[in-house]
Antibody, heavy 120, light 109 residues
Framework: QVQLVESGGGLVKPGGSLRLSCAAS????????MSWIRQAPGKGLEWVSY????????YYADSVKGRFTISRDNAKNSLYLQMNSLRAEDTAVYYC?????????????WGQGTLVTVSS | EIVMTQSPATLSVSPGERATLSCRAS??????LAWYQQKPGQAPRLLIY???TRATGIPARFSGSGSGTEFTLTISSLQSEDFAVYYC???????????FGPGTKVDIK
């Protein structure tokens, strides 16, 4: 079955950096677009970024553009999010999600998330 | 930028009753609308896509309708496991942005 397992979260100071990873299994990773979606404590969902199956197409939400970098390694079935210049408002659970699924533009499988806390 | 709103913010329903949740987009999103369910401490789960198509394994008591700017998620007979927060999500063609609504919490009356 499809599994997405995030790692790399933790406590970081404002202005610091963190790299999140997502290990995928149970499907052909290289066939799918992948995304990061976050949820601040007690708040709703915010799409952060997506990357195409080959890695050639990438988009970011305006709130993270220029600070975050999404990437993938299809040989390792892994997705990454490099987060730089972190701010308090980046504090959230970060989910790795499969999608947007072609034609339907939805996220059909999600990991359990990894918590990123930005605080001094 | 397309803004999504959901109503009500909280819906109190008795088990076995029908629940009707609304989602509105600030401009037309055609049928590019999905619904997700999230229980405390869990990741969201896809329920409905294309405004009305149930995702794999989703029970028939969940149904979606609407197009353009007005959408509805109906749970025909609430089960104990359905008490959760429900989010709608739209896809905007250009720029490619995915926006979620603020959510509707369905709790036990």
């Amino acid at each position: 079955q499809v599994q997405l397992v995030e790692s790399g979260g933790g406590l970081v100071k404002p202005g610091g950096s963190l790299r999140l990873s997502c290990a995928a299994s149970g499907f052909t990773f290289s066939d799918y677009y992948m995304s990061w979606i976050r949820q601040a404590p007690g708040k709703g969902l915010e799409w952060v970024s997506y990357i195409s199956s080959s890695g050639s197409t990438i988009y970011y939400a305006d709130s993270v553009k220029g600070r975050f970098t999404i990437s993938r390694d299809n040989a390792k079935n892994s997705l990454y999010l490099q987060m730089n210049s972190l701010r308090a408002e980046d504090t959230a659970v970060y989910y790795c999600a499969r999608g947007p699924v072609a034609g339907d533009y939805v996220f059909d499988y999600w990991g359990q998330g990894t918590l990123v806390t930005v605080s001094s | 930028e397309i803004v999504m709103t959901q109503s009500p913010a909280t819906l109190s329903v008795s088990p076995g009753e029908r629940a009707t949740l609304s989602c509105r987009a600030s401009q037309s999103v055609s049928s590019n609308l999905a619904w997700y369910q999230q229980k405390p401490g869990q990741a969201p789960r896809l329920l409905i896509y294309g405004a009305s198509t149930r995702a794999t394994g989703i029970p028939a008591r969940f149904s979606g309708s609407g197009s353009g700017t007005e959408f509805t998620l109906t749970i025909s007979s609430l089960q104990s496991e359905d008490f959760a927060v429900y989010y709608c999500q739209q896809y905007n063609n250009w720029p490619p942005i995915f926006t979620f609504g603020p959510g509707t919490k369905v709790d036990i009356k």
